[in-house]
């Protein structure tokens, strides 16, 4: 799967090693806020959207699959298979 939140963590830190360039101009360190801004912004978006799918799988966790059907985020995946030794 692409776009996982480890890639968001990723994205994060470039921008932040961007902003800490210090040979930027001025015209330049304006456009990078700019960008920081804007990436936040999605990021924050992303991070809601995954702390809402971790409360859904709490909700199924603890009640079972009775609420399931309002939860339609969660999807039906196969159990992970056992790690033979």
Known sequence: MKNKLIDLNNHLF????RLSD???????????AVRAKSII????QI???ADLHLKA????ADHGDRFKAQLPMI?????LKAVES
């Open 14 to 17: 470039a921008e932040l090693e």
């Open 22 to 32: 210090e040979g930027l101009t001025p015209e330049q360190i304006a456009t990078e």
């Open 41 to 44: 912004d999605v990021s924050s």
């Open 47 to 49: 991070v809601d959207v």
């Open 57 to 60: 799988v709490k909700i199924v």
């Open 75 to 79: 999807e039906d995946r196969p159990a």
